[in-house]
């Protein structure tokens, strides 16, 4: 039986290829207009990165990293997020003798065992930004308005920006009391991982995707209406920041993101046109993720935004494949082709997009190709040609064709690059 490819992860032929390498240009557009710059970090890790970095609780940890041991040595894990990984990079890099904040971007593949459906995969490609070094609430509305902005340019516009603050330590203490207070009541209904939720971190209950458990948290008490002095004031300060810059936000107070490094700021862009798995892009502040890590104290916001969503979000909006081929050299012959074989090099070399046939067409079979390819003009070569040193040019859209001088390979391109001229 032929081997195919894993399960959960697909391969991104070029009918499709092309896309990603426009999605991926306007986003590093877009990232150098708001000076953030690309950092790349390694495909996997320490294990324990992500066991501390992205929580012992988490499902991403709990079930869905790969995981492997080297020599059955040290434990390493594919990267299942980006941010993780960023902030190591930056303490052990000693990012912070930077002037503050660094902005940081990237464009990666993660890794998560999860039951594959539509929209999740078991790798799959994330656009993340992080910044780093400082506390400041205009950071949290300007990295918001950044994924905005790219959806305004990709005319994306069933998308909604749900903000949330999930608090600090010091007020989710007594919130937690309560929430868990609360949560006792609703004990016999919640769904089995929501138990254990109860338990390790109350707060995850509520993003829990099951009905019956929503349905349960109809009067849950909402960390927004716990907030301490200093969350509150961040949390305003986000607001008006994001009004500010005009960026249409709703408060939801039920995002609390699925990673446990998260404080105050937390962020979704959600639409509905994609089907159940509608998260395009989630983020947050973590301002203890680096002390977690055995970083520096240094705080941090970003966000992760699933390419393969986006695309399906956008696809069809691309603009089509543009027809590059310029010049597609036809020939008869094995004198012709020879010289066909030598010309699409040096076009090549000026810069010229250039094409032949490699598969012994006949002259008829190969104006039918070029016509294939989208090519912009034939040019006929023949042995008589050859001799002659002039050559047909056809131009497939008008149809018209002209002699053209052969002798030089440099005065045809010059004569192409002039407009292509007759003998
Ligand atoms: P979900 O609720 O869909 O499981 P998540 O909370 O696990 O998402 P994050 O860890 O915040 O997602 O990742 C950021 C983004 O990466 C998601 O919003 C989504 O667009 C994308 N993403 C996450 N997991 C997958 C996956 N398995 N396949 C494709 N895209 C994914
Ligand atoms: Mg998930």
Not at 23 to 49: D, G, N, V
Not at 191 to 215: F, G, H, S
Not at 371 to 382: H, Q
Not at 397 to 416: L, N, P
Request: hydrophobic residues 35%.
């Amino acid at each position: 039986m032929a081997i195919t490819a894993p399960k959960g992860t697909r391969d991104i032929l070029p009918e499709e290829s092309y896309k990603w390498v426009y999605l991926e240009e306007e986003i590093r557009c877009l990232c150098s207009l708001y000076r953030y710059e690309e950092i790349r970090t390694p495909m996997f890790e320490k294990t324990e990165l992500f066991v501390r970095g992205v929580g012992q609780e988490t499902d991403i940890v709990q079930k869905e990293m790969y995981t492997f041991e080297h020599r059955d040595k040290e434990s390493f894990s594919l990267k299942p997020e980006g941010t993780a990984a960023v902030v190591r990079a930056y303490g052990e890099n000693k990012l912070y003798t930077l002037p503050q904040p660094v902005k940081l971007y990237y464009l990666t593949p993660c890794f998560r065992a999860e039951r594959p459906q539509k929209g999740r995969y078991r790798q799959f490609h994330q656009f993340g930004i992080e910044v780093l070094g400082t506390k400041s609430a205009g950071i949290d509305a300007e990295v918001i308005a950044l994924a905005a902005r790219l959806f305004k340019q990709l005319k994306i516009e069933n998308i909604k920006l749900y903000i949330n603050s999930v608090g600090c330590g010091k007020c989710r203490e007594a919130y937690y009391h309560t929430l868990k207070t609360f949560l006792a009541t609703k004990l016999d209904v919640l769904c089995e991982d929501c138990q254990k939720r109860y338990e390790k971190n109350p707060m995850r209950v509520l993003d829990c995707k099951e009905e019956t458990c929503q349905a349960a948290l109809q009067e849950a008490p909402y960390m927004v209406d716990y907030l301490c002095e200093e969350c509150e004031e961040h949390f305003a300060e986000v607001k008006e920041n994001l009004q500010l810059m005009q960026v249409a936000y709703e408060i939801n107070p039920r995002i609390v993101r699925g990673l446990d490094y998260y404080e105050k700021t937390a962020f979704e862009f959600v639409t509905e046109d994609i089907g159940a798995q509608g998260t395009i892009c989630g983020g947050g502040r973590y301002d203890g993720l680096s002390e977690l890590i055995g970083g520096p104290k240094t705080p941090g916001i970003g966000f992760g935004m699933g390419l393969e969503r986006l695309l399906m979000l956008v696809g069809d909006k691309l603009p089509a494949k543009k027809a590059a081929l310029q010049i597609y050299i036809a020939s008869m012959g094995r004198q012709a082709e020879k010289k066909a074989q030598e010309m699409v090099e040096q076009l090549r070399a000026q810069g010229i997009c250039a094409e032949k046939d490699f598969m012994q067409r006949s002259l008829k079979s190969q104006m039918k190709y070029a016509d294939k390819l989208g090519a912009e003009n034939v040019l006929i070569l023949g042995d008589e040609e050859i001799n002659a040193g002039t050559a047909e040019i056809k131009n497939m859209q008008t149809g018209e064709q002209c002699r053209v001088s052969i002798k030089t390979t440099e005065q045809f391109v010059a004569d192409y690059k002039a407009g292509v001229k007759k003998a």
